[in-house]
């Protein structure tokens, strides 16, 4: 997929544009090198599974628990959470508003701390 050099992305833009064609509720909205940003906004249940990049999540609204290798910690809209590459992670008892901006980056495998 070919992006546009977009270099402002709009929350309501980035809603319209889930659910997708195939009903998944993220979807990737700009790329640049090893950066990607998705929208994701999980309903009921976060299925998620590990990834293969380092992630930062940015809440823009809905609150609940993250879930982070066996820890659980409170997020509300504002809060940013970053999961390492490979890390077990997703969203537990949120709110049915739930929307977060996905930001990943670097190499596969992840940059482990460097």
Known sequence: MEYPALRNLKIADALNAIP??????WATLFQYGTLQVEIYAPRGVDNQQPHTRDELYVVVSGSGWFFNEGKRVPFAP?????????EVHRFED???????WVVFYGPEGGERGK
């Open 20 to 25: 997708s064609p195939e009903g998944n509720m």
């Open 94 to 100: 949120f709110t049915s508003d739930l929307a977060v």
């Open 78 to 86: 504002g809060d940013v959470l970053f999961a390492a590459a490979g």
